[in-house]
């Protein structure tokens, strides 16, 4: 508490003068509303996109030559791409309203000396807060009063055991500690009390409590964007450069050869549109979207589409333990009577218990609640007997600093003075109120330490028999036997190991952080397979600056008793080693590492509102092989990517090349707005489908990630493109030159060039559906969007050659039999040259 704040009356609490006065001066008990981004502002920032400015831009183009069907096709597609990215982008900014409403629960207090229930955002500093089991902490609070308090701060440490809480000694609270630790007087806003009551006093509010510091660091973080979408706006702008040196060259070039200098500002405008890529944002919005859809089928939600992607070029997975790697469930994993053998309910599934861990059990949950909070209370009502009507319980002893043991009496029905005694707790009080001699604790010290080492918690149970009123005063007035001991363990996931496994064969490295205890994460980590040979404490982490942390990182696998400002620390650190980062979490403390992630994977089942808000893929069933599933296809995702832009850049050669060629040569020219706008805003967008439902490469998952800073289309796929090309530019180039010299109309020469355009373009389809695999091979992987898109473009190509009025549109003439076996022929050379070609070169070895 702040020193100007003065002590608040333990009686009367605050007054309603003083209330108002403190709501004042700190403000309500939430954060304060981030300045949001309305639609109209995300549509402002996506509108400045270059992608989406070569949309609008070209489209304005064909506007102002006439052409108003091409104009609205491409404002279609313009307006459709700011749709979508409203929708997602408006979807990202409600972290903090996730966060405010977790830290609001309603609360009960103590004023002008009445009980009142109120918001828990009209909580101030200074009130007196009753807290009672299954309540959610309003605010940071000292305790003035504890009888048997635990509380669940899972949400800010990611442990899933409940620590104990006491009351302030003498009026002092001591230093302010952060969440975590047993035997603490400190409560903090968000987290459960699972067992207990207490009285508080409110320390902190709103941005002052220690969940408001995450949630402020959480709005000072900038997400981080897509890699594909830095590195598709570097190859719009080159595409850009080259498409307006080649408009200024072909209007001088025609006005030099031809003297129309009015005419050659309009070709250079047809030629220049030939080379602006504006396919590039319909094939870049149709596979994220489709790619969204494809990774919904595994049970997965994608938040940002553009993260899919980055999933296949990760390095590092860093998971929390609590919830993601484990099933945030107690369950007990061992019992160990007193002289009995070990017994192990998962080691033989439906094995009939023995009689000494029955009583264990059934005295384990004789001395827990009959409807538990606890987690640990839960397991042993899960895997025991609930008492029935036949007994009551008739007295309580609750958790005490110098005995860390609870005991509950119970009177059998019929019996009004006879009763049945239970108790449980750390062992060494167990040990205390059993009496036992120092020989028989040595024994027992060393099955603890055993049970300690394998990750399990540990727990004594006692009980006693025929008990009488009336009842000692304190629990050590019973005559206890020693009924053995009781390890728990938060279980790992059975898909875990296996998922870990196939994560290391792709190249990526995964790593643990966690906020339990070192002994506890050794051991989860190594049944995972992770590994536990190098571990750092977050009192080490502590004491490493930025440097010392990036050094250390390189060879840690396992982070434990980590707090959330240190996971981001982590994350960072990661990145500034160059990684790419992928973090899974689910609790609010794990929400400024998810956002700070390049892809941060929250768990939807049991993860918080805040921290699926703050991350790019939510995984629905919070299983941890859903990631493997992720990465598969988000590698999947960028070869298709590859593929169609490597198909796209391949197609411009022609496309440019034909429509350079006649100013040149002195030619008649071929392509007109109408040609190029079919080509690129029809037979492009539809054809890069099939790309988008080609199946993954048979190696996705057997090569390491790719580098960070690789670029989108690497020097081998663009040079194969080009090769591709060239190859069929000088084809249909041929088949042009020859037709013209042979004196052919103009309008048949057009058809026949065209025709033989889109058949060579039909060719490239099928070279590039594999990096490296051969057509044949390629044959056989299912792709419903190839004869879709194959009968499409044939039914287009038809409708010109029989309908006038469309062929008339594209001023073509009519075509024989001849030339349509032509033009089909030089598709069929293209194919065969290039798979040639790719059987000798392997493009795909990248």
Known sequence: ???????????????????QARLRAGGYNELPRPDRRTPLRIV????REPMLALLLIGGAVYLVLGDLTEALILLVFATLSVAITVVQESRTERVLEALRDLTSPRALVIRDGEQRRIAGREVVTGDLILLAEGDRVPADAVLVQSHDLQTDESLLTGESVPVRKVARTAGHAGPQRRPGGDGLPHVYSGTLVVRGRGLGEVTATGTRSEIGRIGQSLGALAMEPPRLQMQSRRLVRAFAAVGAVVVVLTVILYGTLRGGWLEGVLAGIAIGMSMLPEEIPVVLTVFMAMGAWRISQARVLTRRAAAIEALGSATVLCTDKTGTLTQNRMSIAEIRPAGGDIFRPDA???????????????????ASAREPFDPMEKAFHALGRTPGDELTLVREYGLRPDLLAMTQVWRRAGDADGGVVASKGAPEAIFA????????????????EAMAAAGLRVLGVAGADSARPPWPEAQDGFAFRFLGLVGLADALRPSVPGAVAECRSAGIRVVMITGDYPTTARTIAMQAGIGAEEMVSGEELERLDAAALARRVRSTTVFARIMPEQKLRIVEAFKANGEVVAMTGDGVNDAPSLKAAHIGIAMGGRGTDVAREASSIVLLDDDFGSIVRSVRLGRRIYDNVQKALGFILAVHVPIAGLSLLPLLFGFPLLLGPIHIAFLEMVIDPVCS??????????????????????????ASVVGWSLLQGTLAFALVATIFVVAVERGLPEGEVRALTFFSLVTAIIALIFVNRSFSASMVTALRRPNRALALVLAGVAAMLGLTLLWPVAGGLFRFGTLHAADLA??????????????????QIRPGSR
């Open 1 to 19: 508490m702040s020193e100007d704040v003065p002590p608040t009356d333990p009686v009367r609490g605050l007054s309603a003068a003083d209330v």
């Open 44 to 47: 402002g920032e996506v509108l």
């Open 348 to 366: 033989v599934p439906g094995a009939t218990m023995p009689d000494a861990v029955r009583e264990i059990l059934d005295f384990g949950i004789l």
């Open 433 to 448: 109120l059993c009496r036992l001699d120092a020989g028989t604790r040595t024994v027992l010290t060393r099955a603890i």
């Open 689 to 714: 489908l099939v790309f988008e439902a080609e199946t993954e490469e048979e190696d996705v998952m057997r090569r390491p990630p790719r580098a960070p800073d690789a670029p989108l289309l690497t």
């Open 822 to 839: 032509l033009a089909l022929g030089a598709g069929a050379l293209v194919l065969v040259l290039l798979e040639l070609i790719k059987s």
